[in-house]
């Protein structure tokens, strides 16, 4: 992003897209105006890994202090009461949280699978929010009995995984420049599904011309697994089931080595970092500069409701920034570094080629317009970007989303009656599935 800021500047949007920026005094005529004086304009954010299902569990007590394969058991449990509504209200909750965070698109890996179509659900949810959705169909599909973390009422059968993905990607997905949804084929983890499924995922994916996610490297237990399992570590596995290319986007990427990273710039697979949701878990983070060095694109992801706990991006770009300098030194990264990664590498990490994380001419129109004019920014004065992600917390005075303002002077343009119903909805769903007495 360095050398296109534009100090006093202003964006012209057009009919979902970027008509084009420029300095005080050349503004063009416009139909509408909003105003953006004492704050910094940004590209809309860009979340490459979620699972936004897991906030009908977040926070959840009896797992607190838990590594990700016992955190994950302790969870499974409850997530088989998951159905229709708990997702789609949970989706429609969640998307919104993230508009209130300055995000414009996100992914999401929904991968419990107790009920069917639920992924239908997200995207209505996603419709109705007016959030760019880029729904990765997730799946587990080795159960408990056959050695895999997940009771048997979350997995399902390859047949059925591919045929609902192929489903999906014929009824919904988008490939046009400036598309509002796109799908993605996402087995959750090699240690928790089988081989063939990532082969036959993989295969799939090339035929529909979609894109691949999975999270890979992440803990100490899936490395040990697919040791113990195919004598391989999770990188080279990853490569022998075919997935080492540029159609895939990994989560996490921490437990590696240099030739791994190495491997993975060298096939453009890109890395979605959730430095808050992993070092939550005990994990630690990925290094970024590391990631960079070896020649891998970088995005940023919220991660899991339910492990990382928000889902505002702005937080989790601040906290890849103070990750970044804990792991590399003061130089490590600057807040112009992790808005890169947040903006245009986390467009490319889904494979947006239409401009996506940019405020070019043509790009599609999401732009975040953050106040820097509050309590928390006195003082700082030198720098927008850097008082952006060290001064806050910041929250968006507008976020649009192709135009249309999602946040409005700090508010959600959705009616506020449907968000109190959605939110006590929500926690209808969320005191069941904890099995807690209804508290609505
Ligand atoms: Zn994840």
Same mark, same amino acid.
């Given at each position: 992003?360095?050398?296109?800021d534009i ?33 910094l ?6 979340? /490459? ?10 926070a959840y007590?009896?797992? /607190?202090?838990?590594e990700?394969?016992?955190w ?15 997702v789609?209200?949970?989706?429609? =909750? ?11 698109? /996100? ?11 639920l ?34 009422q ?7 995984? %591919? ?5 999906l990607?014929?009824?919904?997905h *988008? ?22 499924l990532?082969?036959? #995922? ?11 996610? #999975?999270h890979?490297?992440?803990s ?11 004598r ?13 290319? *540029? ?21 453009? /697979? ?37 492990s990382?706990d928000?889902?505002? %991006?702005?937080?989790?770009?601040? #906290? ?5 300098r804990?792991?590399?030194g003061a130089g490590?990264?600057?807040?112009? *570094? ?17 401009? %996506? ?6 790009a ?18 030198? *720098? ?6 060290r001064?806050?917390? =910041? ?40 099995? %807690?007495?209804?508290?609505?």
């Amino acid at each position: 992003m360095a050398g296109d800021d534009i100090p006093g500047g202003w964006v012209a949007l057009d009919g979902g897209t970027v008509a084009g920026t420029g300095r005080a005094g050349e503004e063009p005529e416009a139909a509408r105006t909003l105003t953006a004086r004492g704050a910094l304009v940004t590209p809309g954010l860009v979340n /490459t890994h979620h699972h936004i299902f897991q906030n009908l569990t977040r926070a959840y007590a009896p797992a /607190t202090g838990y590594e990700l394969f016992d955190w994950l058991k302790a969870l499974y449990p409850l997530w088989a009461a998951v159905d229709e509504e708990a997702v789609e209200v949970s989706t429609w =909750v969640g998307l919104a949280e993230l508009a209130l965070g300055g995000c414009t698109t /996100t992914t999401d890996m929904l991968y419990a699978h107790p009920r069917p179509r639920l992924i239908d659900a997200q995207i209505r949810a996603a419709r109705d929010v007016g959030l760019r959705f880029h729904p990765a169909r997730g799946a587990l599909d080795l159960s408990e009995k056959d050695g895999g973390p997940a009771p048997a009422q979350l997995t399902e059968s390859v047949e059925e995984i %591919l045929a609902d993905s192929e489903r999906l990607v014929r009824t919904y997905h *988008d490939p046009a420049p400036g598309s509002m949804l796109r799908i993605a084929l996402a087995p959750s983890t090699q240690a928790a599904v089988t081989e063939r499924l990532m082969v036959e #995922t993989a295969r799939l994916a090339e035929r529909l011309d979609v894109r691949l996610h #999975t999270h890979l490297a992440e803990s100490l237990g899936e490395e040990e697994y697919c040791r113990e399992t195919y004598r391989r570590r999770p990188v080279e596995q990853f490569e022998h089931v075919g997935w080492g290319s *540029d159609r895939a986007w990994v989560a996490h990427f921490i437990f590696t080595e240099p030739w791994e990273r190495e491997r993975l710039g060298r096939w453009g /697979t890109a890395v979605a970092h959730c430095p808050g949701s992993t070092m939550m878990l005990g994990a630690g983070a990925a290094s970024l500069p590391a990631l960079r060095d070896a020649g891998v694109t970088v995005g940023l992801g919220c991660d899991g409701s339910a492990s990382t706990d928000h889902a505002s %991006l702005w937080l989790e770009a601040r #906290t890849a920034l103070t990750a970044a300098r804990e792991r590399g030194g003061a130089g490590a990264a600057t807040a112009r *570094d992790i808005l890169r990664a947040a903006t245009v590498d986390a467009a490319a990490c889904l494979g947006r080629e239409d401009g %996506l994380g940019r405020l070019a001419p043509g790009a599609p129109a999401d732009v975040v317009v953050w106040d820097l004019d509050e309590f928390a920014f006195a003082g700082a004065h030198t *720098d927008p970007v850097e008082a952006w992600l060290r001064c806050g917390p =910041v929250r968006p005075r507008h976020t649009l989303v192709q135009g249309h303002p999602l946040v409005e002077d700090g508010s959600l343009t959705l009616p506020h009656a449907r968000t109190h119903d959605m939110l006590t909805t929500h926690a209808h769903h969320a005191r069941r599935i904890q099995g %807690l007495e209804d508290g609505t």
